[in-house]
């Protein structure tokens, strides 16, 4: 008998055709069913009643779930599941759906878009010190002003994280000249390549001490929750520059807008928001030197070959009994 796993998220035909093509797994393919029952406004609302009570026999018979965006309520109405693995390298957007609770194993997105994300912090890291953002803004005013440059070869770039991502922008980082340091929860781990030395949360003031720029690229747990506040960013030296692809819970986004407005900071780029998207009244849309994006740091052409190739191994895997890859430990927080 084959095991029944739903899938909740778009990927090229050419890859759910790979997905479809691993023996004794039957794709029960539900991103239309979820999209159509999260619909709303009342015109939508006869449609969405129907669709909700059809993912919800279709759920509860599913013994495995790959999903994009967490399904409301999935523990209650997937009772059976066992294994819940996400197109995510995050998957704290699951918390609330109950999963975590019930028992299932998580799997993660990890590594899938590190490639990407990497590139999008070295981009932003040129792009902030060679100020991009404000002659982009001159050319609205055809403005001819000349603006101080930065430089990236010899400055010291902080990397707090050092998974997947932490590692691919230690590698590009290294390569653009600068001096990496790295900040993980455990700093007596495994030498980490690139990175010249690794603190822990303990040493952050001296870390932070050091940073021409600071990355952050850690998930969104108890312990990094607002660790960049208005302390932490007062000990960044004046100049630096932040850049975050972890999560908007990392910063205290009103500390960061006031340093950046204060000038102690020369720069953010940001892929990711306490609220996305950003509300219009956030002040960080009119701060200078300030680089916004719709959290798509993970955006590539590649992506569903990459996403595909590791569903298809662990889905491999999960078939054969034998140990899945990227399991979430909840402990850690990824
Ligand atoms: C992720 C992301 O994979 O935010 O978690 O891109």
Known sequence: MSIRVGLNGRVADSELERIRKVEGIEIDDLTTLARRSAARGPEAAEDAK?????????????????????????????????????????????????????????TTGRGVTSPAIAEWVIAAIYALSKQFPNYDSFKTEKRWTRLPAGKVFGSTCCIVGLGAIGQATAALATAAGMRVLGLRRTPDGPTVPNVEHVYGPADLPAFLEQADFLVLAAPATENTRKLIDATALARLKPGAALVNVARGELVDEAALADALRENRLFGAALDVFETEPLPAESPLWSLPNVIISPHISASMPDFDIRLTDLLVENLTRYRDGDPLLNVYDRNRGY
Do not use: C, M, Y
Not at 56 to 73: G, V, Y
């Open 50 to 106: 129907a669709a909700e009570s059809e993912l919800d026999a279709r759920l509860s018979e599913l013994e495995a779930l790959i999903t994009w965006q967490p399904i409301p309520r999935l523990a209650a109405r997937s009772p059976s599941l066992k294994w819940v693995q996400s197109f995510w390298a995050g998957v704290d957007a699951l918390e609330p759906t109950g999963i975590f609770e019930s028992g299932a194993v998580i």
